[in-house]
């Protein structure tokens, strides 16, 4: 099992452009979720998926989109990078019945 | 709102002693879960150990145990016979039982230093 795959790990941008965030989970997991992990922070909640179709916004979702088309991915789009946005991107994911998360490695996104 | 509260920003042990990390939150539910997560410079997020609040029993994995105290809402973290790489940033997080919409809950983490 390869578990959470992120992809990249690594990212710089230019303020204004755009790109997206890979996860996939080979779990069959129901939930899936993208956090961001600020300097002497903890993660906070971007956005969360229940299901291939379904998705809702977490605490801090401006400036970020989210689509679930199928089970296995869960792709975070950035529109317009801005510096604010620098930070460790995570990508976990669950199963309903379990409360155990699994993480991926992390994307360090720097915007200059 | 829960709250996850972390009061120790870096804590330092000798290989092979005893250190306890602690963590309180903050919850008006019964039911609900802990976890202390690992995160090395790897930056992967690594699930240590996970209490369930409707158990009273501490969990304990290997080196790592907890002290759960439901009451005073304290859930500290001791790891047994250190070694150098148990040297990490540790997170301690909050889950209310059910439903996807009940996120994890971070607190601000405790880095931890394990000197030989």
């Known amino acids: 099992n390869a578990g959470v795959t992120q992809t990249p790990k690594f990212r710089i941008l230019k303020i204004g452009q755009s790109m997206t965030l890979q996860c996939a989970q080979d779990?069959?997991?129901?939930?899936m979720y993208w956090y961001r992990q600020d300097p002497g922070m903890g993660l906070k909640l971007i956005y969360y998926?229940?299901?291939?179709?379904?998705?809702d916004k977490g605490e801090v979702p401006n400036g970020y989109n989210v689509s679930r088309s199928t089970t296995e991915d869960f792709p975070l789009r950035l529109e317009l990078a801005a510096p604010s946005q620098t930070s460790v991107y995570f990508c976990?994911?669950?199963?309903?019945?379990?409360?155990?998360?699994?993480f991926g490695s992390g994307t360090r996104l720097t915007v200059v | 709102a829960q709250t996850v509260t972390q009061s120790q920003p870096e804590m330092s042990v000798q290989e092979a002693e005893t250190v306890t990390l602690s963590c309180t939150y903050d919850?008006?539910?019964?039911?609900?879960?802990l976890f202390w997560y690992k995160q090395p410079p790897s930056r992967q997020m690594i699930l240590v150990i996970r209490?369930?609040?409707?158990?009273?029993q501490n969990a304990t994995e290997n080196r790592f145990s907890v002290n759960f105290q439901k009451a005073a809402k304290s859930f500290s973290l001791k790891i047994s016979d250190s070694q150098l790489g148990d040297a990490a940033m540790y997170f301690c997080?909050?889950?209310?039982?059910?439903?996807?919409?009940?996120?994890?809950?971070f607190g601000t983490g405790t880095l931890l230093a394990v000197q030989p």
């Open positions: 209490q369930e609040a409707y158990k009273q």
């Open positions: 779990m069959n997991h129901n939930y």
């Open positions: 997080a909050y889950v209310q039982y059910g439903g996807a919409t009940n996120k994890l809950i």
């Open positions: 919850t008006s539910e019964s039911d609900y879960y």
């Open positions: 976990a994911s669950r199963l309903r019945t379990d409360h155990g998360y699994t």
């Open positions: 998926s229940v299901g291939a179709g379904i998705t």
